[in-house]
């Protein structure tokens, strides 16, 4: 019983979490998608696509030895044993649509649908889930931090959007203009990625993951208010094509990791701020606009602690 029990709950999907289309489609007991539906890119579509092609060349080479009941059928098979009215589009298994069934077989790149969602998706910031409050900072839940304080999102297709945390919004404070990459440039983790002025002052932020800058928010160079007002949405401030993303996540912070990150920074401003800001010494809550109440030496120190640049 407590073994039916302990299986049970291991093919809960916890919140915030999709199926991958593998589990969606029955072929696997359980497996999350962690690579936004974009098949073409997931080490794990490919490992399985590879093993059913090595069953298939075992049953031509024999075939009277191959096991029928171990063959592996693909996802898309399997969806396209279902009834029409039951094949889900893989923006309907995301939850970005309500009611949308596949009409190309699942070839979504060339799928006229397909294309359309993602040209509205690069464009459009999508709601952030509920946010923790840690210490006067917000941290969203569906989001990776970079430790100088970008984050990055991955969003359906595979890119990357990115932008400044509440934390560095906080400590530069209201900007007067920001940098932007161009399009087609090259991105590094953990390399000067954009900048950011105020009164004279650049800082240079660091990028949180490796690739290609393919759109930017354009909005923000009239408006960079925009990063006080949402800084992770309408604040957002350019979308990449990753090229090392499984492991640029290994080396960002996500969830609990991430608020104890923010909660260790917290009381490291707290403390070096001591002298040069108007911060209660118990640790109460954190200014709108730290940059205001530091001398310029003192911005620049802190800026370079906290941004890593």
Partial sequence: ??????RASMKIVPPGKKKCVWMEANVVSYKLCDNNF????????????????????????????????????????????LAASQRKCRYMLTGEVGRKLCPNAYEC??????????ERLATEALPVQA???????????????????????????GRVRVGLDDFAQKLLGSLE????????????????GFQVRRNDEAAEVLAPIDGIVTHVNHQLLDHPEMINDSCYEKGWLFIIE????????????????????????????????????????????????????????????????????
């Fill in 242 to 309: 990753p090229t090392k993303l499984r492991k640029n996540l290994k080396g960002l912070y996500y969830g609990e990791d991430a608020r104890k990150h923010i909660t260790e920074e917290k009381e490291k401003l707290f403390s070096m701020a001591s002298e040069d800001l108007r911060i209660a010494a118990d640790g109460g809550g954190s200014v709108e606009d730290i940059f205001e109440e530091l001398e310029e030496q003192s911005w620049a120190k802190f800026v370079k602690t906290f941004l890593k640049t």
């Fill in 38 to 81: 974009d098949c073409s890119t997931c080490v794990y579509d490919h490992a399985m696509q590879d093993k059913i092609e090595r069953q298939q060349e075992t049953v031509l080479m024999k075939p009277l030895e191959a096991s029928v009941e171990k063959f592996t059928t693909s996802w898309v098979e399997k969806m396209m044993k």
């Fill in 109 to 118: 790149g060339s799928c006229s649908f397909d294309q359309m969602m993602q």
């Fill in 131 to 157: 946010g923790t409050d840690v210490g006067g900072f917000k941290v969203a839940e569906d989001i990776y931090y970079h430790e100088g304080h970008t984050w990055a999102k991955p969003e359906y297709g």
């Fill in 1 to 6: 019983m407590a073994t039916k029990e302990k």
């Fill in 177 to 192: 203009s920001i940098d932007l990459p161009n399009i087609g440039q090259k991105v590094a983790q953990g390399e000067s």
